[in-house]
């Protein structure tokens, strides 16, 4: 037959492993919400950069365009050593 003692010992770890099995089962419980939190704030993170991008290129095509310079190039233009 078991000794008692150490049936003692052996329902003691086993109840130590219980506990730190139900503490571990609520860690990963809040760091998975943490988890679902961050990637929710990431999205909308997303979002609004994508929001604010559509804005900027918006903008930038409502900007004149620089006057083109037709048929001026450096070429053309005299310099001095040729006066």
């Not at 730190?20 to 997303?46: G, W, Y």
Request: glycine share 2%; proline share 6%.
């Amino acid at each position: 037959m078991a000794d008692p003692k150490h049936l003692d010992q052996i329902t003691e770890r086993v109840e130590r492993l219980l506990l730190r099995h139900e503490e571990l089962q609520r860690t990963n419980t809040l760091l998975h919400e943490q988890v679902q939190a961050l990637q929710a704030e990431r999205d909308s993170l997303k979002s609004r950069l994508n929001a604010a991008r559509a804005r900027i290129d918006a903008l930038l095509d409502r900007l004149p365009q620089p006057p083109a310079r037709a048929g001026h190039t450096s070429a053309d233009t005299p310099s001095k050593d040729s006066a």
